[in-house]
């Protein structure tokens, strides 16, 4: 089967359509345009048919010419250069008049001219211009409704790039649970032997570029079966019930290339939630309900299992999550440290490394990051090697291209006063001498005045440990870190600054957590107040509750600021001298921030 599908095919329909719509246009106006300036030329030069009669009866017309089924005629008068229009209500009765004027004697020509096609074009464009338009509007609908064939059809003789089970790093687990989806396309006999029923349906779920869709595709491949792939958005369109026929479709290739896989990616687009409500919301209901009844539909001899992905899980019917439809849901975590290295590994295999470069401390730097982030910090540390001219990536290029990623770019032409230089190293010192002495807090391993993205510096930590519980202790010493910078303009300087605003608008979203989310109250107890499906959770424990919140969150925050004035109170020197070096050379590494601490 081939694959006509390209990139950006759906969009050069549109465009064709327009541009089709835009021509019928412009000959359409052209012509109205011609038809126009015609007739304004008939207004000067028109001869009424009584007015005819007489210039033949005076003997003042010389020639007359007339075309076959035309009741418009073109007069030549005597001593006149310039031809007159007129029209005849009868042409029949006009030739004979026109005879009987030349046997009397009257010196008339009468030219005969064959009906000319051509020349009626611009008239007949224009009578037909509400058909055209029409015709264009309703070409234009069809394409961009694409009811033609629905889906991109990935084959194994056709995919470009072979995408396998070696493809996909970090997804251990995930990728073991799912070779049984690809043993089950390949040998179904051997399940339906023993009773079992392949699974119609599995879910895909986690942050976005954790590599969701790039495991449906490896599982195409490892299974040697058809990939039909689509988006949920493209379920959706304005006009009703083309969601639900798009659904149809789309099953229906499915039954035709069986056994195969069917991909919905962010179903979350048609998967959501039905109501009650009239409009948008009616058209989406009929969507789902079609895929639910597709789903429903598949006989025990059609191998079609359907795999669909979504950020967001807790927006889905839950129809759809029942047992017989999305039979198993997976969650694609964010990879792990090893995961991670061997994401690296796999996205540098095209990319001219030198042996020094150590794809372990990346990936030590790089806690929390998706596989999507991890390939583009590669990419970008190319560019950034090819813009420094090096033979090779190195080591510095790497790293410039996580701060570039995390941070934003650096602007050294950015024009600073020296006031608010001295304001960003003292901001900047005061972060990593508080964050120096919170056991909980990772090691610094930079500090930056030259500004980055819309910061103007920053304090870089050493991630060394993935977390997936964080302790009321961390995220008290958390919100201190947060506030070293304030509190160091504070001492520093005897003033504040809007520096500080997004450290505290973090901090408060941190205390608030503490407060509402995770019951770190001591005061309020272990309560969840937060529920983003339900907003009026709180009026459950009465209108005194959101008074409570603000004062815990107000005492966590102050708390916080306190101690962070303590710690650099006890330690000036080193904050001064931190923000000397820092006004002095702009930047210092890991290694430098410690010798300050070992004199």
């Given at each position: ?246 659904v149809r479709k789309l099953f229906e290739k499915a039954r035709k290339l069986s056994p195969c896989i069917v991909f919905i990616d962010e179903i979350d687009a048609i998967g959501s939630r039905r109501t009650s409500n009239s409009g948008a919301e009616t058209e989406n209901n009929q969507t789902l309900n079609q895929l639910l009844v597709e789903m429903d539909g598949f006989s025990s001899e059609e191998t079609i299992i359907v795999l669909a992905a979504t950020n967001r899980p807790e927006m889905l019917d839950k129809a759809l999550l029942r047992p017989g439809r999305f039979d198993r849901q997976i969650t694609i975590p964010t990879p792990d440290l090893r995961g991670r290295l061997e994401i690296l590994k796999i996205h540098s295999e095209d990319k001219n490394l030198s042996d020094e470069v150590n794809l372990e401390s990346i990936a030590e730097d790089t806690a929390g990051f998706t596989g999507a982030e991890l390939a583009n910090i ?222």
């Amino acid at each position: 089967m081939s694959n006509n599908n390209k990139p950006h095919k759906k969009e050069n329909k549109i465009l064709l359509s327009l541009l089709v719509l835009v021509l019928i246009i412009a000959i359409s106006v052209v012509a109205l345009i011609f038809l126009l300036k015609k007739d304004s030329n008939k207004e000067d030069n028109t001869l009424a048919y009584t007015d005819l009669i007489k210039e033949i009866s005076y003997g003042n017309v010389e020639k007359i010419e007339m075309t076959v089924g035309s009741t418009t005629l073109k007069v030549k008068m005597k001593n006149d250069e310039v031809q007159k229009t007129a029209i005849v209500p009868n042409t029949e009765a006009f030739i004979g008049l026109v005879q009987q004027k030349v046997a009397e004697g009257n010196e008339i020509e009468l030219v005969q001219k064959p009906k000319n096609v051509i020349a009626q074009i611009p008239s007949i464009l224009f009578s037909m211009f509400p058909t055209l338009i029409m015709l264009a509007l309703f070409i234009m609908i069809f394409k961009m409704q694409g009811l033609g064939e629905k889906g991109k059809v990935y084959e194994e003789t056709e995919r470009k790039t072979k995408v396998t089970f070696k493809d996909v790093a970090g997804l251990e687990e995930e990728k073991a649970e799912l070779i049984e989806i690809v043993d089950f396309l390949k040998k179904p006999e051997k399940y339906a032997k023993m009773g079992a029923k392949i699974p119609k349906g599995v879910l895909l779920y986690g942050k976005p570029g954790t590599g969701k869709t790039l495991i449906a595709k490896a599982i195409a491949g490892e299974a040697n079966v058809p990939f039909i792939s689509m988006s949920g958005s493209e379920f959706i369109e304005m006009f009703a019930g083309l969601g639900a026929s798009r659904v149809r479709k789309l099953f229906e290739k499915a039954r035709k290339l069986s056994p195969c896989i069917v991909f919905i990616d962010e179903i979350d687009a048609i998967g959501s939630r039905r109501t009650s409500n009239s409009g948008a919301e009616t058209e989406n209901n009929q969507t789902l309900n079609q895929l639910l009844v597709e789903m429903d539909g598949f006989s025990s001899e059609e191998t079609i299992i359907v795999l669909a992905a979504t950020n967001r899980p807790e927006m889905l019917d839950k129809a759809l999550l029942r047992p017989g439809r999305f039979d198993r849901q997976i969650t694609i975590p964010t990879p792990d440290l090893r995961g991670r290295l061997e994401i690296l590994k796999i996205h540098s295999e095209d990319k001219n490394l030198s042996d020094e470069v150590n794809l372990e401390s990346i990936a030590e730097d790089t806690a929390g990051f998706t596989g999507a982030e991890l390939a583009n910090i590669l990419n970008e540390s190319a560019i950034i090697a090819t813009k420094n001219k090096h033979e090779q990536i190195e080591n510095s290029d790497l790293d410039d291209a996580v701060k570039k990623v995390t941070v934003g770019l650096e602007k050294h032409s950015r024009v600073i006063s020296e006031k608010d230089k001295k304001l960003t190293a003292y901001h900047e010192a005061g972060h990593a001498v508080v964050s120096k002495y919170l056991p909980t807090q990772t090691d610094v391993k930079e500090v930056s005045i030259i500004p980055r993205g819309v910061a103007g510096g920053y304090t870089m930590y050493k991630t060394n440990e993935d977390k997936f519980y964080i302790s009321k202790t961390e995220m008290q010493e958390k919100l201190i870190a947060l506030l070293g910078g304030r509190a160091a303009e504070k001492i520093a300087l005897d003033d504040i600054s809007t520096g500080a605003s997004n450290d505290i608008e973090v901090a408060t979203q941190i205390a608030r957590d503490m407060v509402t989310k995770y019951g770190m109250s001591d005061n309020l107890g272990p309560i969840a107040l937060k529920d983003e499906k339900d907003p009026y959770k709180m009026r459950l424990f009465g209108e005194e509750m959101e008074d409570a919140i603000g004062k815990e969150v107000k005492q966590l925050i102050d708390t916080a600021y306190n101690d962070a004035q303590t710690i650099l109170k006890q330690n000036i020197d080193k904050l001064d001298k931190i923000a000397q070096a820092l006004l002095k050379k702009e930047k210092i590494n890991e290694n430098e921030f410690k010798s300050f601490f070992e004199e």
